[in-house]
């Protein structure tokens, strides 16, 4: 069962954070778009699963019930919140969980059957890794929207100056930093990541409360999800250790 449900984990995550740029999250209301982010969500499931297409098919059915709900049911100024983010997350994660206690020997007849085993660790890395750097842009990004929105018209703002999109690559490294050392049994090394982005940043944080405020906001918030999600990715590790 375990197998079953990082397999379908890493189809997910590459599929919603790595195979779906930001254009075409932009255009997910075009039918062509949506049905391109469907098919992709199947091919990856069907590839990771070792070619069970009709768990990848129910995958894909489900992924598409939850993406339709989102897309086209929310109301707009609910759409790009981070609760419909997270609702919209936890409702896939619910589907692969439910798939795998389904139809838990799925990975025994594919094609990766004789190598589960030694794919384990490697799968869970990875998907724990695209969820803490990836995943987390989203997050924080949505999380900060209402505060970068406040920024949008003041010159003397955090956002104003620096090089295009350098917060989102400084956010990814720190969190990508983060789940390497916990991974690493070196977790007391992020206490020295988050004194040097103290320093680095002290600059910007002393130009005003509001830009001390929004600095503190999305360093507390990017770390806490650097460090959520690796604590989360070292659990699934012992779990799949433990299991036969």
Same mark, same amino acid.
């Given at each position: 069962?375990?197998?079953?449900?990082?397999?379908?984990?890493?189809?997910?995550?590459?599929?919603?954070?790595?195979?779906?740029?930001?254009?075409?999250?932009?255009?997910?209301?075009?039918?062509? @778009?949506?049905?391109?982010? @469907?098919?992709?969500?199947?091919?990856?499931?069907?590839?990771?699963?070792?070619?069970?297409?009709?768990?990848?098919?129910?995958?894909?059915?489900?992924?598409?019930?939850?993406?339709?709900?989102?897309?086209?049911?929310?109301?707009?100024?609910?759409?790009?919140?981070?609760?419909?983010?997270?609702?919209?997350?936890?409702?896939?994660?619910?589907?692969?969980?439910?798939?795998?206690?389904?139809?838990?020997?799925?990975?025994?007849?594919?094609?990766?059957?004789?190598?589960?085993?030694?794919?384990?660790?490697?799968?869970?890395?990875?998907?724990?890794? @695209?969820?803490?750097?990836?995943?987390?842009?989203?997050?924080?990004?949505?999380?900060?929207?209402?505060?970068?929105?406040?920024?949008?018209?003041?010159?003397?703002?955090?956002?104003?100056?620096?090089?295009?999109?350098?917060?989102?690559?400084?956010?990814?490294?720190?969190?990508?930093?983060?789940?390497?050392?916990?991974?690493?049994?070196?977790?007391?090394?992020?206490?020295?990541?988050?004194?040097?982005?103290?320093?680095?940043?002290?600059?910007?944080?002393?130009?005003?409360?509001?830009?001390?405020?929004?600095? @503190?906001?999305?360093?507390?918030?990017?770390?806490?999800?650097?460090?959520?999600?690796?604590?989360?990715?070292?659990?699934?590790?012992?779990?799949?250790?433990?299991?036969?």
């Amino acid at each position: 069962m375990i197998d079953v449900f990082i397999a379908l984990l890493l189809a997910h995550v590459v599929a919603d954070f790595i195979a779906q740029p930001d254009a075409m999250i932009r255009r997910k209301t075009e039918p062509a @778009i949506f049905v391109l982010h @469907i098919m992709v969500v199947f091919g990856l499931s069907w590839g990771a699963l070792g070619g069970a297409w009709q768990l990848a098919s129910m995958i894909a059915a489900a992924h598409l019930m939850i993406d339709a709900i989102k897309t086209w049911a929310l109301p707009d100024t609910w759409r790009d919140s981070l609760p419909a983010f997270l609702g919209d997350q936890a409702a896939h994660i619910l589907t692969l969980a439910a798939a795998a206690i389904l139809m838990p020997e799925t990975m025994q007849t594919g094609y990766w059957a004789d190598y589960v085993a030694d794919l384990r660790s490697p799968v869970i890395l990875v998907s724990g890794a @695209i969820v803490s750097i990836w995943t987390g842009g989203f997050a924080v990004g949505l999380l900060m929207k209402p505060y970068t929105d406040q920024f949008a018209a003041d010159e003397a703002g955090p956002t104003a100056e620096g090089l295009d999109n350098a917060g989102r690559m400084i956010g990814k490294l720190e969190r990508g930093l983060i789940f390497l050392f916990l991974c690493v049994g070196e977790a007391t090394a992020t206490g020295f990541l988050i004194a040097a982005k103290s320093v680095l940043r002290f600059d910007t944080a002393s130009k005003g409360q509001k830009a001390g405020e929004y600095v @503190i906001i999305g360093t507390l918030a990017s770390f806490g999800w650097g460090l959520a999600t690796g604590y989360a990715t070292l659990s699934l590790l012992e779990i799949a250790a433990a299991s036969p």
